[in-house]
């Protein structure tokens, strides 16, 4: 398939032309027929393998289903949205001057990356053995069981793991902004916090955004582990219906569809957000 | 007489950097001061401990007979609140040696963050008042550009119309010039010029020898953070009467 073109110069006075061959990538085509190959040997597998694809098909859309992935979005939102309010209190306080705010920050960080957040997903829905009842001494008290659901005690372990994570995104992206901008914005008059706002904040984002793009994929999948604690997602939908009729196989892979889904739409998504917070960028 | 700008004594140390050894000056209204001297002389931090950009360890700045930073009660200084302090350099304009222009922001949204966010002032009279600074430093037809579409020269003028835009008492300019390429040196130094036709009090710290003799009424030249020499731009510039000024000035006429 080697495609030619003709250039002509002068040589002296005589005008000589040359062919130009261009390269055969013979490798190319020969990796790409190996990866054909595998792939076909794969779905043959599958298609012969004790599937009912049908099945598949009938439990997609099932109501149950729908509402676990319904709650797999709701979790992960709100997660994220914890995670990303603490993140930014927490790089705020790393970029503090005040040694307090700077230590108790940093303490954060570490104690909620180091603990694994299945951990932490137990013992905050086990807080109940610890204080029975929580409230506020003299005025009120409720059963912690009652306040700590499942879905509390997953946002919470979540919220807070994303937010010890997220907080180092941020304060890369905030650090990302080069000193003359928030001086620019002093000079002009700004208080500290408006020169956040407006000025570090909007650029800081350029930075920060393909990273939580990253993690909000990443979040889609781990909410999958609050099944464990009766948290209704698309997974303890999915093992409830197998649980009864057995079908295991075709359920998880309902499931994986779902997630298939989910993660392609917000990487669409990604893209668009970053253009947008790029945009000034462009020459 | 009141001083538009007035410093007493300023000192300020970086480590155990001495950059300010003292350092006192007064400035009329409508005064343009050039500031010259070596690198590492103090110049830029005198000019960034008037607008407290860095807080000096001792002195006072005055301007327009306010102290800036500090309320003084019986003879006692007491730090400002943030929200006080913006609203003091609010009124005191800085151009960077690197421009330092929003960058997210177009032309015409950089001259008009301030007067929005700072001054309060309506989106459509900020707007019509930015469009007019455009207008006066030539980039009119800029105004929905953004910095990384414009070149050095061009940028620096947005940040002239961006200090402009807050009605400033007094202008401060960090070495405007000596980022820029050699070419577009030129179109900087003309905003520059016509600027201190409008009877704006201005410091300039500059390498331009031959703007400062044009345009400034005093040459301050800075040696080791102290004041070695000021006076009349044309009288300092020919006849420079301390020996350091005279090999600084021997040295930059040279190359």
Redesign the interface.
């Known amino acids: 398939m080697s495609h030619s073109t003709k250039v002509s110069h002068l040589s002296g006075s005589e005008k000589v032309t040359y062919r130009i061959s261009g390269k055969v990538h013979y490798g190319r085509y020969f990796s790409a027929a190996l990866i054909f190959l595998g792939l076909a040997l794969i779905v043959r597998a599958f298609w012969v393998g004790h599937i009912r694809w049908e099945l598949v098909g009938d439990y997609l859309f099932g109501p149950s289903i729908i509402n676990g992935i319904i709650n797999t979005l709701i979790l992960t939102a709100a997660a994220m949205v914890v995670g990303i309010v603490l993140g930014l209190a927490a790089a705020l306080m790393t970029l503090s001057q005040n040694p307090v705010l700077n230590l108790s920050a940093r303490a954060y960080i570490m104690v909620f990356r180091s603990v694994p957040v299945l951990l932490q997903l137990l013992i905050w829905y086990n807080l109940g053995l610890v204080f029975p009842t929580i409230g506020i001494p003299g005025l009120f008290s409720v059963p912690t069981t009652d306040v700590v659901t499942p879905f509390i005690a997953s946002l919470l372990a979540f919220g807070i793991m994303q937010g010890s994570y997220t907080s180092e995104v941020i304060r890369a992206g905030l650090l990302s902004v ?1 000193r ?2 928030s ?10 916090m ?1 020169s956040l706002r ?2 570090i904040i ?2 800081a984002m350029v930075v920060i955004i393909p990273p939580i793009g990253n993690e909000v994929i990443g979040m889609v999948k781990y909410t999958s582990i609050a099944s464990i604690i009766q948290y209704k997602d698309v997974i303890y939908s999915a093992q409830t219906i197998y649980y009864t009729n057995g079908r295991v196989i075709e359920l998880l892979m309902v499931c994986a569809f779902w997630y298939l889904l989910v993660v392609i739409v917000l990487s669409i998504l990604q893209r668009y957000v970053e253009n947008y917070f790029g945009r ?4 | 007489m009141t001083f538009t700008v007035e410093i007493r004594d300023l000192q300020k140390h970086y480590g155990t950097f001495h950059a300010l050894r003292g350092v006192s000056l007064e400035i009329g209204q409508g005064e343009v001061v050039c500031i010259i001297g070596p690198s590492g002389s103090g110049k830029s931090t005198l000019l960034r401990c008037i607008n407290q950009l860095e807080t000096p360890n001792a002195g006072i700045v005055r301007v327009n007979g306010d102290i800036i930073g500090y309320r003084l009660e019986g003879d006692e200084l007491h730090a400002l609140p943030d929200r006080s302090l913006a609203q003091q350099r609010s009124r005191i304009g800085m151009v960077f040696q690197q421009f330092n222009l929003f960058a997210h922001k177009t032309a015409l949204e950089n001259v008009m963050e301030g007067p929005v966010i700072v001054r309060r002032i309506a989106q459509s009279e900020a707007r019509q008042r930015g469009l007019e600074l455009l207008e006066r430093v030539g980039l009119a037809d800029k105004a929905d550009s953004y910095p990384a579409q414009l070149s050095g020269g061009q940028q620096q003028r947005v940040a002239i119309a961006r200090a402009m835009a807050m009605d400033p008492v007094l202008l401060l300019f960090d070495e405007p010039t000596s980022a820029l390429d050699p070419e577009l040196v030129s179109e900087v130094l003309q905003t520059m010029r016509e600027l201190t036709k409008s009877g704006l009090t201005m410091i300039v710290v500059t390498h331009e020898l031959g703007f400062a003799r044009d345009v400034a009424d005093r040459i301050v030249f800075m040696d080791q953070g102290q004041i070695v020499e000021a006076g009349d731009a044309r009288d300092l510039l020919i006849n420079p009467r301390h020996p350091r000024t005279q090999e600084f000035l021997a040295a930059v006429r040279s190359h």
């Open positions: 080069s003359g901008q001086e620019a914005a002093t000079a002009i008059g700004m208080t500290r408006q407006r000025i909007p650029q000034h960028h462009k020459r």
